[in-house]
Structures are given as C-alpha cells and as structure tokens.
Nanobody, 125 residues
Framework: QVQLVESGGGLVQAGGSLRLSCAASGRPFSTLAMGWFRQAPGKEREFVASISWSGGSTFYADAVKGRFTISRDNAKNTVFLQMTTLKPEDTSVYYC??????????????????WGQGTQVTVSS
C-alpha cells in the first residue's frame, strides 16, 4: 500500500502562487509515477500534471501549461506542484495520485492506483 498526504493548499488572490506538496510512503518512491488531479464542485476529476519516476519526463493539461510546474524529490519521497498566475477557475480540491511502474503519460484518473485525501485551493478574483 502507498499512503499519500497532500499539503500546501489555501486561499490566494488571482495572479498569486501556491506550492502543493505530496509526501508518499509505503513503497519505494522510485517505483511510482506521480500525478496531480483536481475536482471542482459538480465537475469530474480532471488531470493537471504528471511526472515520471525519475522526474525526467513531465506532462501537463493545456489549461495549466506554462503556469504550473510538477517536480519531485526522490530523496524526500515528495512530489510538488508549483502553481503560478493562478486564476479563479483553478479553484478546486487538488489530489495527488500514484501509479505503480507508470509513466508521465498516465493522464486518466482510472490509471492511478493510489490517491491522497485532497487539499483545497481557492483563488479569489
């Protein structure tokens, strides 16, 4: 089993920045490709970004490309999502997810094996 714990959410004004963190435990971190998803009220969960086990490959949803950056520190078993130039439409619960032996091309929620509890990000206009 893999446990994922997100942190770093909060309230920010439009144009601001936030950095989300997700700490993993339970399996060697290098066996896991990682992703971030988000879900707004009344909407389906949507892909945000993903990163390969080494960190050498990343992939982004068009809505966040150029504004968000996913990275990982395998020594600390942690994946990050740096969010800049935030917009009100980025308001969602953000979830960290892990897929065993996956790649950065895992972009569908049902491809992921483990999920965190989510952290709320609210962007005010």
């Amino acid at each position: 089993q893999v446990q994922l714990v997100e942190s770093g959410g909060g309230l920010v004004q439009a144009g601001g920045s936030l950095r989300l963190s997700c700490a993993a435990s339970g399996r060697p971190f290098s066996t896991l490709a990682m992703g971030w998803f988000r879900q707004a009220p009344g909407k389906e969960r949507e892909f945000v970004a993903s990163i390969s086990w080494s960190g050498g490959s990343t992939f982004y949803a068009d809505a966040v490309k150029g504004r968000f950056t996913i990275s990982r520190d395998n020594a600390k078993n942690t994946v990050f999502l740096q969010m800049t130039t935030l917009k009100p439409e980025d308001t969602s619960v953000y979830y960290c997810a892990a897929v065993l032996y996956g790649t950065s091309r895992n972009v569908k929620a049902n491809e992921y094996d483990y999920w965190g509890q989510g952290t709320q990000v609210t962007v005010s206009s």
